[in-house]
């Protein structure tokens, strides 16, 4: 009777030993948060995707970076139009203080963007698109929609980058 419980208590053991193993590879395998799904989440809410003609991962082609924030810069995902109006980019920093940083360089990009000296040459909807620009962070990635004139789309797919962090 005792060696029968030892067995079962055994098994019951190994058994559970057995599921732990199984289960945790499962657990790590869940979809990994990477730019250019957060890219793709914001694209389908903020429903702009037909006007950007243009795609790129590198920190250099991004205007709104120097050089000093590019190298803060991990991972990036950008997509835009002929003319960088319609455009959204969406950035993984090194470390949150990167993050910050680049955070600032976002909105010193998007103030410089609404002067009335850089917006004379766009229409007054591309002037409403810069205007109506978000840019925010969560942990550390970074990001700025200009999808839409209208401040409500650029918020929706920011809500949508959120929700996928």
Do not use: H
Not at 110 to 126: F, I, P, V
């Amino acid at each position: 009777m005792r060696y029968d419980l030892k067995k079962i208590g055994c098994m019951i053991l190994a058994a559970a030993l057995l599921l732990g193993s199984v289960t945790a590879p499962c657990a790590a395998a869940k979809k990994k948060t990477d730019c250019k799904t957060l890219c793709a989440a914001a694209l389908k809410v903020t429903g702009g995707s037909q006007k950007l003609k243009y795609s790129s991962v590198s920190a250099m082609d991004f205007g709104a970076l120097s050089s000093s924030a590019r190298n803060k810069v991990k991972s990036m995902q950008y997509v835009f139009d002929a003319k960088e109006v319609y455009s959204l980019c969406v950035m993984e920093a090194k470390n949150s203080a990167a993050a910050k940083s680049l955070l600032q360089t976002l909105q010193k990009y998007k103030k410089r963007n609404s002067g009335s000296d850089y917006l004379s040459d766009y229409s007054s909807e591309e002037q409403k698109v810069f205007q109506n620009a978000v840019c925010a962070k969560k942990k550390n990635y970074v990001w700025y929609i200009a999808m839409s004139p209208d401040k409500k789309k650029n918020s929706k797919g920011q809500k949508a980058l959120t929700k996928k962090i």
